[in-house]
């Protein structure tokens, strides 16, 4: 049996992720592939996932279990590190996963809330790399934030993160997309980069 590949597509919140990571699953399932998109954190994962749900979205249980940003992304490593192991377990059978978010966030936003970025890739080291990485880069669409989210509710720190991506891209030769074309257009340019990197 043929081994499935890993992708992942990053970018800031509210830049289009989910949207895009969706229709290229589809264009997967169209070549006859067993495709499926995977979001991280795995929030469903006890006992990490849970309570960085709670952690990103409730600011009464924030307060109440305060963490330094190192012991924060702590959490984000070991949710993946817990995963690692049902993903191989997919990609051995032939899956191919697309990772909507994955390691490259968690130190993109380590770094916007002051993470050392040895640090970060050091409790990120570990983790299977995945074959292609695909950086959304541009301007967010506001209709898209979340209330009370911790990384969605402060402008500036968003535009320290979306800088950080593009910096993390250059750093790990992740490809970059123009993300604020047209759905149409970022869904062909997402696909011409799969095809010239990743062959069937």
Known sequence: MTKGKFIAIYGINGIGKTTQV????????????????????????????????????????????KLTTDELQQ????????????????????????AEDYLGTGIAWGMTWGGDLEYLEKINKKLLKPELSILMHGKRFETA????????????????????????????????????????KVKKDIINIFNKYIKI
């Not at 490593?77 to 990609?91: C, P, Q, V």
């Not at 509710?153 to 593009?166: A, G, S, V």
Request: glycine share 4%.
């Open 22 to 65: 969706e229709i290229f699953v589809k264009y997967l399932q169209s070549r006859g592939l067993n495709a499926s998109r995977l979001k991280y954190p795995v929030y469903n994962l006890e006992p990490e996932g849970p309570f960085i749900y709670k952690y990103l979205r409730d600011p009464k249980f924030r307060s109440k279990n």
């Open 75 to 98: 959490k984000y490593a070991d949710n993946r590190t817990r995963y690692e192991k049902e993903l191989k377990k997919r990609l051995n059978s032939g899956e191919w996963i697309i």
């Open 145 to 184: 934030i979340e209330k009370d989210h911790r990384n969605e509710m402060e402008k500036d720190r968003m535009q320290i993160c979306k800088n950080f991506h593009l910096l993390l891209a250059e750093k790990y030769g992740w490809k970059i997309v123009d993300a604020n074309q047209k759905i149409e």
